[in-house]
C-alpha cells in the first residue's frame, strides 16, 4: 500500500487531520517554520540583487532529520499548511530544507479542519503558489531591513533594546498623535434642556429635549443663554405639533473578520488581540470534543472576507429554519466588498460545523474557549437572519416659538438580534408613553438644566487601535497581533484598563522616527507598501523590484541620521541626592518603566529609589512641590511630593495661575491655561507665555 506524508505546522493540527485520514497517511507537525533569516546580521544579500540568506532555525535539525525519514518512506508528501502568505512560505521552506524532487510533493490547503475540507483537498492538491511565497518574503525583507537598519541607531543614540519596524512604528505614531490631540484639547460649553410635561391621562411624564425654533437647531452654550431661554419658555403653552409612526430597522452584523473579531472580543470579552488569535487557533487546529475526538471548530483566523461558502451558508439555514422558524431567515446575504485584500480569498471566520452550538461543546472547552466559540458562532447565525424591527414614535412639542422632541422604540420583531446583540449596542431610553396623540394636553412641571463639555478623543484600545489599522490599510490580519504585542513587550506604550497610552521611552523612540525617518512612520507610505505586497501575490510585481526601490533610500537616510543625529542623554545625570548606604551621588538611570535613581556604584551598592521630576511649580493644595510620577504601566501624571499626604493629582501639568472665575489652579492644555475645575474649564490664558519644563 502506498504511503503519504502530510507535514502540518502544529501538532494539534496534526491529531485532527490524523482522525480524517486512513493507515496510509502519516501526518507531522514542523512546529511552524524551519527556516529563516539568521538573528546574528540583516540576513539579505545586498550586493547579490537582495537575495535573502536563509539558514535552518536553531533546534530545528533534529525535527528535520525526522521529517527526512518520513519523506524517504512516503510515495508522495502534502504540505497542508495554513492557507495564507506564511503557510505558504512554510511549505517552500519545506520544500527546500527537506530537498523534496519535482513530483514527489504537493500543496494542499483548507479553509477549515473538517473531514470533507481534508478529504477534498486531498483530491485536489496544486503546486506551490509562488506568489504567495514571494509576498510573504517580500514583506519579511523589507521589515528585516527597516528593523536591522534603524534599530541600531536607536541603541547608538538612544538606548540599547530599542527597535524600530515598518508597521509598529506607524502605529506608535498613530497612538502618540492621538496622546497630543488629547492633551491639547480645549473643551467647549454647552447645555441641554430637558422640559417635564404631565399629559392627561398619562402616568409617566413625558421628557421632551430642548431642539431649537423655527429657524432650526439650536446650541445653548453658556447659562446666560440658558437662562434667558427657559424665562421666555416659562410662560409658553406647550403643544404637540407633530407625531411621526415609523418603522426602523436594524440590519444583521456581517460574520467576523479577523480585525471585526479582535474587535468585538476586546469589547464584550475583555480579550487582549494576542489572547483572541490563541485562542482562535485552538479552535481552528482541533479541540477534544466529549464522544467525538479532536474536532476544528472554527474556519481558518486569518481572513479580510466576509464572504461564506455556499455549505456553511445552507447549513446555517436549515438550523435557523429548525430552530427559530422561517420568518427569522434572511432573505439575501449581502457581503460587505473589502476590495482585493490578500486574505479575501478565504471565507468568514465561522464555525465549522454549525450543528454544535456553544451549548453542546461548553463542556469540552474551557471558559475562555467556550465565550470565544460562543461569540464566532452566534455572530455568524445572527448574519443569516433577518433584520431587528422596531416601531418608532417621534414626537415634536412646540412652546412659543421654540421646539421640543420626544421619542419613543418598542421592539417589533426581535430577528437576528433573538440570537445576538453587539458589545456596544445601546438601547435608546423611551421619553414618552405609548398612549400620547395629537390630542394630548401637556402641562409644564419642571426643567432639567445640564451642563456638558464636549470630550477630548478617547485613548485607543486594541479594538479601536485595530480598526484604525484596518481602515488605513496598515498591516493585514496576521501583523494586528504581533505589532500591539511589539510596542507593549518595548514598553513603547503601555495599558491601563483598556486604555492604551505612550511613555516616556514610546515619545522618544517616536520622535526620533518622525525627525529622521518620516516616510517609516507615514501611515499614507505603509498603506502603500502593503498594497504593493498585494499586487506580488497577484503577481502585478515582481517582489525585488519593491526592494530595490526601497533599500537604497532607506540606507541613505540611516547613514545621513548617524551623522546628524544628535545622542539622546537619557542615563546616568549626576542628582544632588545622596545614597543612604554608601554617600556617593545618586544617578538617573533608566528602566523598562522610564527614569529612577540609583547608586553609580553598583554592583557593589545597589540601592534605587524612584526618580520625581520636580516640574517647578508649587502645589495647589498644600504649597509644596509638584513632581511628575508614573503609573504603574508608566503613564505619567502630575502630584504632590508630599503624596499621599497631600492628594493633589493631575493628569495635566498644573500652572500657578488661577482661574479668575472661580479661583481654581489651572492647567496647560494645546498652548493654552485651562480651569481644571470641570464644572468651570474656563479658557484663562489663550496662548501660555509661561515657561514649561
Not at 489572547?275 to 485552538?282: G, P
Not at 469540552?364 to 464566532?376: E, G, H, P, T, V
Not at 495599558?495 to 520622535?511: D, L, M, P, Y
Not at 468651570?680 to 515657561?691: G, L, N, P, R, S
Request: hydrophobic share 35%; net charge positive.
Amino acid at each position: 500500500m502506498p504511503k503519504y506524508l502530510v507535514i502540518v505546522e502544529s501538532p494539534a493540527k496534526a491529531k485532527t487531520i490524523k482522525k480524517y485520514l486512513g493507515t496510509n497517511y502519516e501526518v507531522i507537525a514542523s512546529m511552524g517554520h524551519v527556516r529563516d533569516l539568521p538573528k546574528s546580521q540583516m540576513g539579505v544579500d545586498i550586493e547579490n540583487d537582495y537575495e535573502p540568506k536563509y539558514i535552518t532555525i536553531r533546534g530545528k535539525g533534529e525535527l528535520l532529520a525526522t521529517l527526512r525519514k518520513a519523506v524517504k518512506k512516503s510515495d508522495k508528501v502534502y504540505l497542508a499548511t495554513d492557507p495564507d502568505r506564511e503557510g505558504e512560505a512554510i511549505s517552500w521552506h519545506l520544500v527546500n530544507a527537506l530537498k523534496l524532487e519535482e513530483g514527489k510533493y504537493k500543496r494542499i490547503t483548507f479553509n477549515e479542519i473538517t473531514k470533507t475540507a481534508v478529504k477534498n483537498a486531498i483530491k485536489s492538491p496544486r503546486d506551490i503558489d509562488m506568489d504567495l511565497v514571494d509576498a510573504q518574503q517580500a514583506r519579511r525583507v523589507l521589515d528585516r531591513m527597516v528593523g536591522y537598519s534603524i534599530s541600531p541607531l536607536l541603541w547608538k543614540k538612544v538606548k540599547r533594546g530599542l527597535s524600530a519596524g515598518r508597521v509598529q512604528s506607524a502605529a506608535l505614531k498613530l497612538i502618540s498623535d492621538r496622546e497630543d490631540k488629547i492633551n491639547d484639547f480645549i473643551p467647549d460649553e454647552y447645555w441641554t434642556l430637558d422640559a417635564y410635561l404631565t399629559a392627561k391621562g398619562v402616568k409617566k411624564p413625558v421628557i421632551a429635549r430642548f431642539y431649537g425654533d423655527e429657524t432650526g437647531k439650536l446650541a445653548i452654550t453658556s447659562k446666560t443663554e440658558m437662562d434667558k431661554i427657559t424665562k421666555e419658555l416659562k410662560k409658553a403653552n406647550y403643544k404637540i405639533s407633530e407625531i411621526k409612526n415609523s418603522e426602523r430597522m436594524r440590519k444583521a452584523p456581517l460574520p467576523f473578520t479577523t480585525s471585526t473579531l479582535q474587535q468585538e472580543a476586546s469589547k464584550s470579552l475583555n480579550f487582549s488581540t494576542q489572547k483572541t488569535m490563541r485562542i482562535a487557533q485552538q479552535l481552528y487546529e482541533g479541540v477534544e470534543v466529549k464522544g467525538q475526538g479532536l474536532v476544528g471548530l472554527i474556519s481558518y483566523l486569518r481572513t479580510d472576507s466576509t464572504r461564506i461558502s455556499e455549505e456553511a451558508d445552507k447549513a446555517a439555514r436549515e438550523y435557523i429554519d429548525k430552530t427559530y422558524g422561517e420568518r427569522y431567515l434572511a432573505e439575501a446575504v449581502v457581503s460587505k466588498d473589502r476590495g482585493k485584500k490578500i486574505q479575501d480569498a478565504h471565507e468568514a471566520i465561522r464555525p465549522a460545523h454549525t450543528d454544535l452550538s456553544p451549548i453542546i461543546v461548553k463542556d469540552s472547552l474551557s471558559r475562555d474557549q467556550f465565550r470565544l466559540y460562543s461569540l464566532i458562532w452566534k455572530r455568524f447565525i445572527a448574519s443569516r437572519m433577518k433584520s431587528a424591527v422596531y416601531d418608532m414614535k417621534s414626537v415634536k412639542i412646540t412652546a412659543g416659538k421654540y421646539i421640543f422632541t420626544a421619542s419613543a422604540s418598542k421592539l417589533k420583531f426581535d430577528g437576528f438580534m433573538s440570537v445576538y446583540v453587539e458589545a456596544d449596542f445601546e438601547k435608546e431610553e423611551d421619553s414618552i408613553s405609548a398612549g400620547i396623540d395629537e390630542n394630548t394636553e401637556l402641562k409644564f412641571e419642571k426643567f432639567d438644566e445640564v451642563q456638558h463639555f464636549t470630550q477630548p478623543p478617547a485613548h485607543f484600545t486594541e479594538a479601536s487601535l485595530v480598526k484604525t489599522l484596518e481602515e488605513l490599510g496598515i498591516g493585514r490580519p496576521s501583523t494586528y497581533a504581533p505589532t500591539i504585542t511589539t510596542i507593549l513587550a518595548r514598553r513603547y506604550v503601555a495599558k491601563e484598563n483598556k486604555a492604551i497610552f505612550i511613555t516616556e521611552i514610546g515619545t522618544i523612540v517616536n520622535k526620533i522616527m518622525v525627525a529622521a525617518f518620516p516616510e517609516i512612520v507615514d501611515t499614507n507610505f505603509t498603506a502603500t507598501m502593503e498594497g504593493l505586497l498585494d499586487k506580488v501575490e497577484t503577481g502585478d510585481i515582481e517582489w525585488k523590484a519593491i526592494v530595490r526601490n526601497f533599500y537604497p533610500d532607506l540606507e541613505e537616510e540611516v547613514k545621513r541620521e548617524e551623522e546628524n543625529l544628535e545622542k539622546i542623554e537619557i542615563q546616568d545625570e549626576v542628582t544632588e541626592e545622596i545614597c543612604p548606604n554608601c554617600g556617593r551621588n545618586l544617578v538617573i538611570k533608566y528602566g523598562p518603566h522610564g527614569k529612577f535613581l540609583a547608586c553609580p556604584g553598583f554592583p557593589e551598592c545597589k540601592f534605587t529609589k524612584p526618580y520625581l521630576e520636580k516640574v517647578g511649580v508649587a502645589c495647589p493644595l498644600c504649597g509644596a512641590e509638584v513632581v511628575i510620577r508614573k503609573t504603574k504601566k508608566g503613564r505619567p501624571f502630575y502630584s504632590c511630593e508630599r503624596s499621599p499626604e497631600c492628594e493633589f493629582i493631575s493628569w495635566q501639568k498644573p500652572s500657578e495661575v488661577q482661574c479668575p472665575d472661580c479661583g481654581s489652579y489651572t492647567v496647560e492644555k494645546g498652548g493654552k491655561l485651562v480651569c481644571a475645575n470641570k464644572e468651570c474649564q474656563k479658557v484663562v490664558v489663550k496662548e501660555k507665555t509661561i515657561v514649561t519644563n
